[in-house]
């Protein structure tokens, strides 16, 4: 069973638009000049030449017009297509030429810089196959045998480079993807993350509980920072989020929306349940103290907004506007417990 993994190229996008270009561009190109120019073909080949150009352009105009579970199938095909194509028309006109050879370049270059490796190697073994069969056919063998040695090397070091080249852009793109999912300082998502999890939680309506989404911050963190600096309270940002793991089922998502503010997106969690465990976090953080450099125990507080889809809300913005008017209801009462949800929200009475 082939991974459809090692077929898809690393950018679905860029690779249409260059492989339908090469395509279309090519075998229009090839169908045109074999069928409307004097060409010095082989007996019976004129129309083999014509029909496999102008299937190397369907090829192409394929990755456009299918769906994307099919054209996943269609990746490989197309260049070893081009290959294909390529062979036939240099073993009818006899061209067994630098130029007639260094077309192979062009299927390989594709693959070597829109598909992963094994695809890329797959094609550029197939290219220099193809054009071993075209020198031996067409030249002596020594004459053959070296410029077969050329073309492979120079088609090797070629996808040698492009897949390495490639190889390290994916691993780039993949770190700063990371970067920017997960927020360096406590190692919780990010609220990009949080808000794409909620509106799949959202739509996807799995399970009885519906959604709960919790909002926090820390009391009077501003004179966390003023008294004991800033490193005290990105320590207290570190420490807090500790706690929030500590007290997390495997399903909750913990983000760091920015500042001192933090959410826990509880899927399958009723309104009740996440109340309790709000206040169960509430008391937490309130036996948990921290312990500063020089080794002073600094106890937290914080306060806490809880929000449920869809006894509040049905969307992901009226689920924020419910927990942030809880939040604002636990810091105007007090501080340090967990706030409830007002009558009204957004001039419209609160749902249950």
């Avoid at 062979?87 to 077309?103: E, F, K, R």
């Avoid at 492979?152 to 390290?168: H, K």
């Avoid at 689920?319 to 949800?341: C, E, F, H, I």
């Amino acid at each position: 069973m082939i991974d459809r993994a090692v077929l898809e190229p690393r950018d679905s996008k860029t690779a249409t638009t260059f492989a339908v270009t090469l395509c279309v561009v090519a075998g229009g190109l090839s169908a045109v000049v074999t069928a409307f120019t004097p060409q010095d073909l082989a007996p019976g080949m004129k129309a083999p030449v014509i029909a496999t150009s102008l299937a190397v352009m369907l090829a192409g105009l394929l990755l456009v017009v299918v769906k994307e579970q099919f054209r996943v199938w269609l990746w490989l095909p197309v260049p070893l297509l081009g290959i294909a194509a390529i062979v036939l028309a240099d073993l009818a006109t006899h061209d067994a030429s630098a130029a007639g050879q260094v077309v192979l370049c062009a299927p390989v270059l594709f693959a070597a810089s829109q598909l992963r490796a094994p695809a890329a190697w797959l094609v550029t073994g197939s290219a220099v196959a193809a054009d071993a069969a075209i020198v031996l056919a067409l030249s002596p063998l020594e004459r053959a045998l070296t410029d077969l040695a050329n073309v492979g090397v120079l088609l090797a070091i070629t996808t040698w480079l492009l897949v390495r080249a490639s190889e390290r852009t994916a691993r780039l793109t993949d770190k700063l993807r990371e970067q920017a999912a997960i927020d360096p300082l406590t190692g919780l998502v990010t609220r990009r993350v949080l808000d794409d999890a909620a509106r799949s939680v959202l739509t996807s309506n799995d399970g009885d509980g519906g959604t709960s989404l919790v909002l926090l911050d820390v009391d009077r963190f501003k004179s966390i920072n003023d008294t004991w600096g800033h490193p005290a309270g990105d320590a207290a940002l570190t420490h807090l989020a500790e706690v929030l793991r500590a007290h997390s089922r495997p399903d909750t998502v913990l983000s760091r929306l920015g500042g001192d503010e933090l959410a826990m997106l509880l899927p399958g969690c009723p309104y009740d349940v996440a109340l309790r465990r709000a206040q169960e976090l509430v008391e937490a953080v309130r036996t948990s103290p921290m312990t500063l450099p020089h080794g002073e125990q600094l106890t937290l507080s914080i306060s806490v907004g809880v929000a449920h889809a869809p006894v509040h809300a049905d969307n992901l913005h009226g689920l924020y506007t419910t927990a942030d008017l809880s939040l604002y209801d636990a810091k105007r009462n007090g501080r340090g417990r967990v706030g409830g949800v007002p009558e009204i929200v957004d001039g419209t009475p609160a749902r249950g």
